[in-house]
């Protein structure tokens, strides 16, 4: 059975095409991490996450390992290694008209959050910048 946003996820998890993860986001999304304590609320700002996420965890070792479905969503458990740690988690995305409206990531062990913890952080300052950088021109 074929899931139109789940398709979409999968599909930008391998092209890592920035407009397709917009139209892909409800304007209300919301995203959790599993490091920030407050929900992010908006387009803008999961979209900043899920671009983030992508760099970071993105890269060729990246899998995902099995998926959950029901009618309104999907859980996604996905490995990496990073620095020579190996990071597991869950993406619980849910979807509302075919676009994701919630999307929540959990990470094990402490040793991959906290690598996950500062590797994020890096990557949405350069974000940042390069967001503050081109709206100075």
Known sequence: ????????WYAYMKSHDTAALWDLLH???VFESPVVHTPQRGRDITFKYLTSA???LGGPTFKYLGE??????AVLEFE????????????IITF???RITHFKVMVRPLK???LLHRMMGEEL???SGATSQSQSR
């Open 96 to 98: 509302g008209d075919g």
């Open 125 to 127: 300052m350069k974000q």
């Open 27 to 29: 304007p209300d999304a």
């Open 1 to 8: 059975m074929s899931k139109p946003g789940l398709d979409k």
């Open 54 to 56: 992508a760099k970071v």
């Open 112 to 114: 991959a959050i906290n």
């Open 80 to 91: 990496n290694e990073i620095e020579g740690i190996k990071l597991n988690g869950v993406d």
């Open 68 to 73: 959950w479905r029901n009618d309104t969503g």
